[in-house]
């Protein structure tokens, strides 16, 4: 079974206060026999662009077992996010862009979060969302309009509502066919519910943080679902969604 992490962050964060290191990730993807993941910068560094390139090199040392998501701040001037966007995905092969709302203070019907989505849009990536802490903003439910806005963009739920707005994220990707829901810090009964509710194809396995990986994936080996299952949440789902 190919498992595949679909939230992960390389590099320090200047908002979250980490810092984990190329070999930090690899040796805890040995361990835990993490196939791949999706891989983001720290929400804020000191140098984004730097932060970026620092994830293609992982990538190209690794092949097959890295993958980017762009994270720039959208409160910056339109042409300037446009371009950068563009360059994470043309030249450096990144598979989504990242929307935080609760770091950028920008939620999902913030003008500035248009671009965003635009951009995505334009070129076929994934969009994730963080939901759960930041609220008001940070709802999943309030992504609703966007999905119907663009029913072809591909959206991802960071946390699907963390550990309280898990039902939240439900009605969101019931609601809206184009959304997936990544489960990193949810509860295991959210996540039981999350499964018979939405099916295992449109969830994925995601942890946050390296020291998360053996308990995210300890909740969905505990819920008993079988392999055909199982096999979807861990990893085929993320790379069916992020064409991987």
């Given at each position: 079974m190919?498992?595949?992490?679909?939230?992960?962050?390389?590099?320090?964060?200047?908002?979250?206060?980490?810092?984990?290191?190329?070999?930090?990730?690899?040796?805890?993807?040995?361990?835990?026999?993490?196939?791949?993941?999706?891989?983001?910068?720290?929400?804020?560094?000191?140098?984004?662009?730097?932060?970026?390139?620092?994830?293609?090199?992982?990538?190209?040392?690794?092949?097959?077992?890295?993958?980017?998501?762009?994270?720039?701040?959208?409160?910056?001037?339109?042409?300037?996010?446009?371009?950068?966007?563009?360059?994470?995905?043309?030249?450096?092969?990144?598979?989504?862009?990242?929307?935080?709302?609760?770091?950028?203070?920008?939620?999902?019907?913030?003008?500035?979060?248009?671009?965003?989505?635009?951009?995505?849009?334009?070129?076929?990536?994934?969009?994730?969302?963080?939901?759960?802490?930041?609220?008001p903003?940070?709802?999943?439910?309030?992504?609703?309009?966007?999905?119907?806005?663009?029913?072809?963009?591909?959206?991802?739920?960071?946390?699907?509502?963390?550990?309280?707005?898990g039902?939240?994220?439900?009605?969101?990707?019931?609601?809206?066919?184009?959304?997936?829901?990544?489960?990193?810090?949810?509860?295991?009964?959210?996540?039981?519910?999350?499964?018979?509710?939405?099916?295992?194809?449109?969830?994925?396995?995601?942890?946050?943080?390296?020291?998360?990986?053996?308990?995210?994936?300890?909740?969905?080996?505990?819920?008993?679902?079988?392999?055909?299952?199982?096999?979807w949440c861990?990893?085929?789902?993320?790379?069916?969604?992020?064409?991987?």
């Open positions: 190919r498992i595949i992490d679909a939230h992960m962050h390389l590099g320090e964060d200047l908002v979250f206060l980490t810092d984990d290191s190329e070999e930090t990730l690899l040796t805890a993807m040995n361990e835990n026999g993490i196939a791949a993941q999706l891989i983001m910068p720290g929400i804020v560094s000191r140098d984004q662009k730097k932060a970026h390139e620092r994830i293609r090199r992982f990538a190209d040392a690794h092949p097959g077992r890295a993958y980017g998501v762009a994270c720039f701040n959208p409160l910056m001037e339109d042409a300037e996010y446009l371009r950068l966007v563009h360059w994470t995905v043309k030249d450096l092969g990144f598979k989504g862009v990242k929307l935080h709302p609760y770091a950028f203070c920008v939620g999902p019907s913030h003008p500035a979060a248009g671009k965003v989505f635009s951009v995505a849009e334009e070129l076929d990536i994934v969009v994730m969302i963080h939901t759960g802490n930041g609220l903003i940070a709802l999943p439910s309030l992504v609703i309009p966007v999905a119907r806005e663009h029913p072809q963009l591909r959206i991802v739920l960071a946390h699907s509502g963390g550990g309280t707005f039902a939240d994220a439900i009605v969101a990707a019931q609601e809206c066919p184009n959304i997936f829901l990544e489960t990193s810090w949810v509860t295991v009964y959210d996540l039981r519910a999350m499964v018979e509710k939405l099916g295992p194809k449109r969830l994925l396995f995601g942890t946050d943080l390296v020291s998360n990986i053996p308990v995210e994936l300890a909740k969905y080996r505990t819920l008993g679902l079988p392999d055909s299952q199982l096999e861990l990893g085929r789902t993320a790379q069916s969604v992020f064409r991987l």
